[in-house]
Each structure stands twice: as structure tokens, then as C-alpha cells.
């Protein structure tokens, strides 16, 4: 494998078997570095302060909202911190609110090394990944309100990704992005369902994805980008 820079890594994993696995598999990762390891909260702030690490591997035995207030301290002690959270469903997340908390990546604790290593290179260039076991929890994260939320404000889908598109394709998507179902969209543009279905199709082929969930995510890295 290989890659330009080197990503310092924090593996913050409670049973030991997981942390041993993890471990190995980023040593298989030349774009990886793990510079410790620690099995409790306490411990990993501890690291984060005096380590400053580019990734942290997240999986403690605590609960949602314990989760996110650890994310919140990490960013605190290490800003530039970025945090991959494995085996947590995203179904609930508001997605870009965590990421304000510098948690980007979901991913299982069975990926091997090459999935890990897409993840480490996605979350360093500020982008959202998740593992496609658990991006199956499809239309809940089109409907995370701060994602509708950042996804209106985004200004770049109109960047080179979206050129191919027409200026109707891109109403469409940004309507889409937002939250919005096909029927919506359709009143919204007075247009009818069966024009914005064909719009859908025209655009996911444009943009080279399967699904309605694939195509708001990777409009959505492209603005973290």
C-alpha cells in the first residue's frame, strides 16, 4: 500500500481482542503510524494532549451521548484530531453534527486493511466515510436535520463533480441533499414525479452511483472537502 504522508493513530478500544486485531491491521498500513493505545476514557485524553494524533480509533464500552461529549474533549485537547468510530450504527446520527465533533468515518471492526486505510485517507481530507456494511441504514441519513441543514447552506454543488450536470439536475440534487423526497421536489419545482424519477436517473448515472443514499453522500464529501 501507499501513500504520501503518514496519519498518527490513537486506538482507544475497550475489549482486548478488538484493540489486538485493530492494531495489527494498521500495522499492514504504510499510511498509518500508531503511536499508543488505551482501553478507558481518562486514558485517551491523556494521550490526546500529550500525543496530538491525526486519527483516533474509537470504540469504548460508553454510552451515545458520553460518545459525543468524548468527541467534543478530544477536539478540545486536539483540534486537528479526527475520529473513526467503529461498529455504530449511523441510522440516528445527525451526521454532520458529529462531524463538528470531528467524528467522520463508521466502520466495523472486521474491515480489513485496505478499507481501513480508505477510511484513514477520506477522514484526513475532512470527508465523511462509511463502511458499507453500515450504510445499509439508507434513508435516515437522508433525513438527519443537520445534515438537511448544512446541505442547504453548501455552495459547492456546483463544483467540477457536479459540471456534468444540468442547471435542472442540480436544483433536483440540491433539493435531494436537503432532505427532500421525489413528490416534494416535484411541487417544489412544478414539475411532475415521474420528470424528477428521470432526472434521478439521468444524475446518478452523471455522478456514477447506484442509490439515492450513495449519491447524497458523496455530494456531501465533496462540500467537506
Given at each position: 500500500m501507499r501513500a504520501n504522508t503518514v496519519s498518527s493513530v490513537l486506538v482507544a478500544v475497550t475489549d482486548q481482542l478488538r484493540?489486538?486485531?485493530?492494531?495489527?491491521?494498521?500495522?499492514?498500513?504504510?499510511?498509518?503510524?500508531?503511536?499508543?493505545?488505551?482501553?478507558?476514557?481518562?486514558?485517551?485524553?491523556?494521550q490526546c494532549t500529550q500525543r496530538q494524533p491525526d486519527i483516533?480509533?474509537?470504540?469504548?464500552?460508553?454510552?451515545e451521548a458520553e460518545?459525543?461529549?468524548?468527541?467534543?474533549?478530544?477536539?478540545?485537547?486536539?483540534?486537528?484530531?479526527?475520529?473513526?468510530?467503529?461498529?455504530?450504527?449511523?441510522?440516528?446520527?445527525?451526521?454532520m453534527a458529529w462531524a463538528a465533533r470531528g467524528i467522520l468515518a463508521y466502520a466495523s471492526s472486521e474491515m480489513d486493511a485496505h478499507i481501513l486505510e480508505l477510511a484513514i485517507s477520506t477522514v484526513v481530507a475532512n470527508s465523511i466515510w462509511i463502511g458499507a456494511k453500515l450504510a445499509k441504514c439508507n434513508e435516515t441519513i437522508l433525513e438527519a436535520p443537520a445534515l438537511q441543514a448544512a446541505a442547504l447552506k453548501s455552495k459547492n454543488i456546483d463544483s467540477a463533480l457536479l459540471s456534468t450536470l444540468s442547471?435542472?439536475?442540480?436544483?433536483?440534487?440540491?433539493?435531494?441533499?436537503?432532505?427532500?423526497?421525489?413528490?416534494?421536489?416535484?411541487?417544489?419545482?412544478?414539475?411532475s414525479p415521474e420528470t424528477i424519477k428521470s432526472h434521478m436517473r439521468r444524475i446518478m448515472e452523471k455522478l456514477s452511483v447506484r442509490d439515492r443514499t450513495q449519491l447524497v453522500i458523496k455530494v456531501l464529501q465533496q462540500g467537506a472537502a
Open positions: 484493540r489486538t486485531r485493530i492494531k495489527h491491521t494498521l500495522e499492514l498500513i504504510n499510511s498509518a503510524n500508531v503511536i499508543g493505545d488505551s482501553v478507558n476514557v481518562s486514558a485517551l485524553l491523556q483516533v480509533v474509537l470504540d469504548l464500552d460508553i454510552s460518545m459525543l461529549e468524548l468527541a467534543s474533549q478530544i477536539q478540545t485537547r486536539s483540534s486537528q484530531t479526527k475520529i473513526i468510530l467503529l461498529d455504530h450504527q449511523c441510522e440516528s446520527k445527525e451526521l442547471e435542472r439536475e442540480k436544483e433536483v440534487l440540491r433539493l435531494l441533499v436537503a432532505g427532500h423526497k421525489n413528490f416534494a421536489i416535484a411541487q417544489a419545482l412544478a414539475i
